[in-house]
């Protein structure tokens, strides 16, 4: 492989690693921060606010757990096999990017397996986020549709700031 195509190679890959690294030394979890205050969904806070009956606790802790015995069974065995995935498609984007000419319908074939894995992540969490939203009464969803609104709106406020666009 010529110089100029390990550097390159290398000023893609190594930031690649670093920040991966960094995902994984924080157990996988953004930290906890303005930005976690701004994301739409159901989460403790706003549960204490819709006034959960005993039944209702339950049924979400229930599913809590099923949820999490769920994903646990699911990657019991795939350690090897999210490995492999991993490298072939390291493989598959180091191809595409050091050939000689750059291949539209392979980058397009990429880019869609991609876009389908996220996909697929997105429809689980929406389908267990629909779980739990059915676990409230209409009351309760009324309120929370209302307390999203005013998140999402202090949110807004706040997007300069979080962005550092009013820093002096």
């Known amino acids: 492989m010529k110089t100029a195509k390990k550097l390159i190679l290398a000023s893609i890959v190594l930031p690649l690693i670093l920040s991966t690294t960094s995902v994984f030394a924080h157990g996988g979890k953004e930290p906890q921060g303005p930005r976690h205050e ?11 606010e819709l006034n959960l009956s005993d039944s209702q606790k339950e049924q979400f802790k229930e599913l809590r757990q099923s949820n999490k015995e769920a994903m646990k069974e699911r990657f019991k065995d795939k350690p090897q096999a999210d490995d492999a995935m991993r490298d072939a498609h390291f493989n598959k984007l180091n191809d595409l990017l050091l050939a000689d000419k750059f291949d539209p319908a392979k980058a397009t074939a990429l880019a869609q397996e991609m876009a389908n894995k996220q996909v697929e992540r997105q429809v689980n969490m929406l389908s267990n986020q629909h779980k ?5 009464t209409p009351e309760q969803k009324a309120a929370f549709i209302e307390l ?14 979080h962005h550092g666009k009013d820093r002096n």
């Open 132 to 136: 739990m939203l059915s676990i409230l």
């Open 38 to 48: 701004c994301r739409p969904g159901l989460d403790r806070d706003m549960m204490k």
């Open 148 to 161: 999203q609104k005013e998140r999402m709106e202090d949110c807004a406020d706040d997007m300069p700031r």
